[in-house]
């Protein structure tokens, strides 16, 4: 079973900073996502990252993909109490033909205004 | 995209009593999936339910505790049964599309 790891596992942090998730496993992945999850909803995806050293922008959100691909960064720049939620990262599998998604352990961020 | 609904959106339920929650999705789907969300945890996938086969289930995960139903592309039903307080969690179904999955808000169960 493939594990990802996330760290940390809880952030909180003031308005304005800066943060950076990290998820990690001992896997290769042939690509690898990340989802945010707001209390009293399902996990919404962010991002779907494919390439080795691959870095993509969302807003204020930069991911990257590692170069071995057994790896990805979430950074946040300047948080706000709207990036408040349980930020996911996952990894797609084939399994009997069709697609399943595996997630990493999580990670709760607050930003306090 | 994908609209998912899901019923009941929480309930609190005995010991020994069993819950079953509907997920209904806005277009037809091949394979919708099953997943518990335990207290400030990560996603964890209990079975696949493809339409007019058994759902197949993950590790540690069996068909007596949690049936499922497919009647339709576009139904499933998922049942937690013989509850124990250990059950209390938040349930998601989704479906997918290609790359993409799509979620339900979820079904908040708490077992007393």
């Known amino acids: 079973t493939q594990l990802l790891e996330q760290s940390p596992q809880f952030l909180s942090i003031q308005e304005g900073e800066n943060l950076t998730v990290y998820c990690n496993s001992s896997?290769?992945?042939?690509?690898l996502q990340w989802y945010r999850q707001e209390p009293g909803e399902g996990p919404v995806l962010l991002v779907t990252v494919v390439t080795g050293g691959e870095v993509k922008k969302l807003k204020r959100l930069t991911f990257q993909f590692g170069d071995a691909r057994k790896d990805s960064s979430l950074h946040i720049t300047a948080a706000q109490p709207g990036d408040t939620g349980l930020y996911l990262c996952?990894?797609?599998?084939?399994?009997?033909?069709?697609?399943?998604?595996?997630f990493g352990t999580g990670t709760k961020l607050q930003v306090i205004p | 995209s994908a609209v998912i609904s899901q019923k009941p959106s929480r309930d609190i339920c005995q010991r020994g009593t069993s819950l079953t929650i509907q997920c209904q999705v806005d277009s037809q789907v091949t394979m919708m999936f099953w997943y518990r969300q335990q207290p400030g945890q990560s996603l964890t996938l209990i079975a696949t339910a493809n339409q007019g086969s058994e759902a197949t289930y993950e590790s540690g995960f069996v068909i007596d505790k949690f049936p499922i139903s497919r009647p339709n592309l576009t139904f499933s039903t998922l049942t937690v049964s013989n509850m124990s307080p250990e059950d209390s969690s938040i349930y998601l179904c989704s479906v997918d599309r290609g790359l993409r999955e799509f979620f339900g808000p979820g079904t908040r169960l708490t077992v007393l």
């Open positions: 996952a990894a797609l599998r084939n399994s009997g033909g069709y697609q399943k998604v595996t």
């Open positions: 896997s290769v992945f042939s690509s």
